[in-house]
């Protein structure tokens, strides 16, 4: 099993920015893809990013693409998404996702986070 504990959600204005990180632990020994998915009210949860194991190869969602970052740093086994420019299309929970599988595809995310809820005004 592995535990994913996402934070720095909040409010912030658009133009602004947040990062977010997501720690991992328990089974952590495996070479796990990480991926960022979020979840407006109403809408189904979405792709935003995923970064492979060894974060040489990164995969964004046209929407976010020139604005999110997503780092990772595997001896603290934690995630990053700097997200820049924000825009108030940005509102969501934002959750973080662990699989064996390099994809955009939430289905093969075996750990999910509780999510962190990211607000951004107009």
């Known amino acids: 099993q592995v535990q994913l504990v996402e934070s720095g959600g909040g409010f912030v204005q658009a133009g602004g920015s947040l990062r977010l990180s997501c720690a991992a632990s328990g089974r952590t020994g495996s070479t796990y893809t990480m991926g960022w998915f979020r979840q407006a009210p109403g809408k189904e949860r979405e792709f935003v990013v995923a970064?492979?194991?060894?974060?040489?190869?990164?995969d964004y969602a046209d929407s976010v693409k020139g604005r999110f970052t997503i780092s990772r740093d595997n001896a603290k086994n934690t995630v990053y998404l700097q997200m820049n420019s924000l825009k108030p299309e940005d509102t969501a929970v934002y959750y973080c996702?662990?699989?064996?599988?390099?994809?955009?595809?939430?289905?093969?995310?075996?750990?999910w986070g509780q999510g962190t809820q990211v607000t951004v005004s107009s």
């Open positions: 970064i492979s194991w060894s974060g040489d190869s990164t």
């Open positions: 996702a662990a699989g064996l599988r390099y994809s955009r595809r939430r289905e093969l995310y075996d750990y």
